[in-house]
């Protein structure tokens, strides 16, 4: 029997724990059952209490205190020691039935999206048929206030595509906190966003603001290393932003929805892409009606 599942990953700050909130009151609301697994050993509060808290096997601050690691190497020391004691998330997450959306919430550090192969390895276990047999979806988060610098826009969805590439699973993207742009962005202008393209580069606004300074962004090869706005306002800056634009373009994989999390309407919207990307209603059985609502409808 197929179990069902989302994993929600992006950046610190991105807005994923608020958006598992969101989608387990969501859920609840609807009548549907969630079962929420915390898998950042760093978190400290929540505000729906999980079910499965990575915490109750090894927390960040035990590790760092302990092993003297900092917050990233004791991160991935965290998730080699979940790696090394799976029995934790398969004793839980076995007698689950289909009914449940198995909500997992990960940890902002993007080395485990990026840079180490720990998260396929778990997700391969997740959804290897015959184990636990998650049918399971990644939805990744990307700040939505990450429009106004189109740098950190593109390394974002860098990431993102990163990601896909990595996990090989069912994937969305998103936009969060897209009510903190509102008055900031015009709608028109935020559609540009939803497909990261080389032509949102021309517009920059840090970039028409130096020009409109005065300031020299034609060469930086004499800046001094240590300078910071001048690396990142000069030439190799833009060719480096250019040529990752122009990457994202060519394998043309990563595009947005937009998320609103204090919006249920949008959390809906969200949770339906989800449910495509699982298959979550196929898989359905037609429910049965009571005698009384049987009666309600005749009339």
């Not at 039935?97 to 997740?126: A, C, N, R, S």
């Amino acid at each position: 029997m197929s179990k069902y599942g989302v994993m929600v990953m992006g950046p610190a700050g991105a807005g994923k724990s608020t958006f598992c909130a969101s989608l387990i009151t969501h859920l609840q609301l609807n009548r549907r059952s969630a079962f929420y697994v915390n898998l950042d050993p760093a978190a400290e509060s929540f505000e729906h209490t999980p079910d499965l808290d990575i915490k109750d096997l090894i927390s960040l601050e035990d590790v760092m205190d302990e092993m003297k690691l900092g917050p990233n190497g004791g991160l991935i020391y965290c998730f080699e020691f979940l790696m090394e004691n799976l029995d934790f998330l398969t004793e839980a997450l076995d007698s689950l039935t289909e009914e449940y959306l198995i909500i997992f919430d990960m940890p902002g550090q993007i080395e485990l999206y990026t840079h180490i192969p720990i998260l396929p390895t778990l997700v391969k276990f997740l959804t290897t048929p015959g184990a636990l047999d998650i049918r399971l979806c990644a939805a990744y988060l990307l700040e939505a206030t990450f429009v106004v610098d189109r740098a950190k826009y593109f390394a974002g969805s860098l990431s993102a595509m990163s990601a896909m590439i990595m996990l090989e699973v069912p994937h969305i993207n998103i936009l969060s906190k897209m009510d903190l742009v509102k008055n900031q962005v015009r709608k028109k202008d935020l559609k540009k966003f939803i497909t990261p393209d080389t032509s949102l580069l021309l517009d920059d606004p840090a970039d028409l603001a130096r020009r409109k300074a005065g300031e020299d962004t034609s060469d930086d090869q004499y800046a001094d290393p240590q300078d910071k706005n001048a690396m990142m306002s000069g030439a190799t800056f833009k060719r480096l932003n250019t040529a990752v634009a122009q990457l994202l373009e060519t394998f043309s994989m990563v595009s947005y929805l937009k998320l609103d999390s204090t919006d249920e309407d949008s959390v809906s919207a969200i949770l339906s892409y989800i449910d495509d990307c699982i298959q979550y209603h196929e898989a359905q059985e037609p429910r049965e009606l009571k005698d009384e609502e049987f009666d309600e409808s005749e009339e």
